[in-house]
């Protein structure tokens, strides 16, 4: 219970891998803050589950981060993970999409970051993890605000690797290929349209085609490295990439 006494905040973590991640965390004692929507009883059962607390917060103003943050209070382990999906033709993807995915997959972290980074200066230790996505490294077509933001958060996350390296601080980002989870479901239909296919195929076809090894990652192996980048031997782990994509980004 390596955590034990330390305050970790999840953004997104009402389902998929963010809720991997705050089980994983919890798991090792830490104090989580679940972040996301979803159906209220289903909600309370998770927050009776891991001891959490739950706030509802909208990550795409930064009015709506400061909510979070004041609410969640002074943030030992912060988990960038809330995170939305749009697949259309750059010449049809509508700009109300764009927005939302920058605000959400990118500022939001900002937001997060620059508000708890004075606290964990202040005591000299913290850790900052972004679950960015394969899409941090390399494109597909038709996710053009999803790549942007993907490859922003890497940035990010380099720069607060050097700006907080002597105050005991990390920052790495966990670069999954595809988990199977509501973000990745949602998506198919439209990448059915763009591409003229049917489920099946792009299944095998667009999805698995890019992983070596044909098999969905598993949240819980997103949250295993999340766990292990939290502990002291991590400490010079900082300002990483770390893909978790079957051999993806390999090619
Ligand atoms: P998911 O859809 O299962 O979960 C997304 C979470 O974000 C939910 O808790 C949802 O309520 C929350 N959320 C959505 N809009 C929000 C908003 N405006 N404000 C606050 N919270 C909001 O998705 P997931 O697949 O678990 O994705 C989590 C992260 O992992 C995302 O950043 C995603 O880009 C990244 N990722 C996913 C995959 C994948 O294949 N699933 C691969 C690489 C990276």
């Known amino acids: 219970m390596f955590l034990s006494g330390k305050r970790a905040l999840v953004t997104g973590s009402t389902s998929g891998i963010g809720l991997a991640i705050a089980r994983a965390l919890a798991g090792e004692g830490a104090g989580v803050v679940l972040n996301g929507f979803g159906p209220p009883d289903e909600i309370e059962r998770l927050c009776a589950e891991l001891g959490a607390v739950h706030v509802a917060a909208d990550l795409t103003t930064a009015e709506g981060v400061e909510a979070l943050m004041a609410e969640a209070g002074p943030i030992d382990v912060l988990v960038n ?135 969905f990652v598993q949240p819980e192996e997103v949250a295993a490295l999340a766990v292990f980048l939290c502990r002291d031997e991590a400490r010079n782990i900082n300002g990483a990439n770390y893909t978790i994509d079957g051999g993806w980004t390999a090619e």
């Open 81 to 215: 993970n809330a995170g939305i999906q749009h697949v259309a033709p750059v010449e049809d993807f509508p700009p109300d999409k764009w927005e939302a995915i920058i605000a959400l997959n990118l500022s939001a972290a900002f937001h997060t970051a620059r508000l708890a980074v004075p606290h964990m200066k202040a005591q000299g230790w913290g850790r900052i993890i972004a679950t960015a996505s394969a899409h941090s490294l390399a494109a597909s077509p038709f996710k053009s605000a999803y790549v942007a933001a993907k490859h922003g958060i890497a940035g990010l996350t380099k720069v607060l690797a050097l700006e907080l390296a002597e105050h005991g601080v990390t920052a790495n980002c966990i670069s999954p290929g595809y988990v199977w989870t509501p973000l990745v479901e949602s998506q198919i239909p439209d990448t059915m349209a763009a591409r003229g296919m049917t489920r099946e195929q792009v299944i095998n076809d667009v999805l698995l085609a890019k992983q070596p090894t044909k098999a």
